[in-house]
């Protein structure tokens, strides 16, 4: 089983939003990505480099209720009050070769597993019934794809690059237990404080962090 950084999700309250505030924070335009017909979303995005991308995504104010929770606890009113606020780190995303042993082996609940489509190309995402992120966003989502160039590979790269998924927390032993469980203890630095998840960048304007 191999597991390695698929994408990354930056929550905002609008897409205008969130690309006014990478603009300024990034130097960089996040191109348009899609629509998730099934979450009733939209995002942005660019490649992140190691095919790995970049995400902006939020509610779809176009798009009918989907009938269920939204992912990324997008629907939840206390992500709602803070991406109010700005554009947030919301989760990570791990793209891995088996998800089933992934679910198998989990010390935590990561949800169901949910089937998507578009175009030639599927994937199956962990996404909890409720619509909450693993541990807060500091543990994973898993994606599996269908066989085929990973997606980054057709997005724009405009230079920005992941540096490292840094994630704090009041008791880091119990984090990294979990992750090494997991088996994506490698891909995330843990250490000691309040509660968070931020992701190191390499941008047109230097490095940046968005937390």
Do not use: Y
């Not at 190691?50 to 990324?72: C, K, Q």
């Amino acid at each position: 089983m191999q597991n390695k950084i698929d994408h990354f999700a930056i929550g905002c309250s609008s897409l205008a939003a969130g690309i006014l505030e990478m603009e300024d924070k990034l130097g960089v335009t996040v191109p348009g990505g899609s629509k998730h017909t099934t979450m009733s979303t939209h995002n942005c995005v660019m490649q992140a480099g190691n095919e790995s991308f970049f995400e902006l995504i939020a509610i779809d104010p176009e798009a009918p209720d989907p009938g269920r929770v939204r992912w990324f606890s997008l629907d939840d009113p206390a992500t709602q009050k803070r991406l109010n606020e700005r554009p947030r780190a919301l989760t990570w995303v791990v793209n891995t070769t088996d998800l089933d042993q992934v679910l198998a082996n989990s010390p935590v609940d990561l949800g169901e597993v949910v089937d998507f489509a578009r175009g030639d190309r599927s994937w199956r995402l962990t996404v909890p019934r409720d619509g909450s992120l693993p541990g807060s966003g500091l543990l994973p989502a898993f994606i599996e794809w269908s066989p085929g160039p990973h997606p980054s590979t057709g997005q724009q790269d405009l230079g920005v690059r992941l540096q490292a998924v840094r994630i704090s927390h009041p008791d880091p032993a119990r984090i990294v237990s979990q992750l090494k469980s997991l088996n994506v203890d490698h891909l995330a630095d843990v250490s000691e404080g309040e509660a968070g998840l931020a992701f190191a960048l390499k941008s047109p304007r230097g490095s940046v962090l968005l937390d």
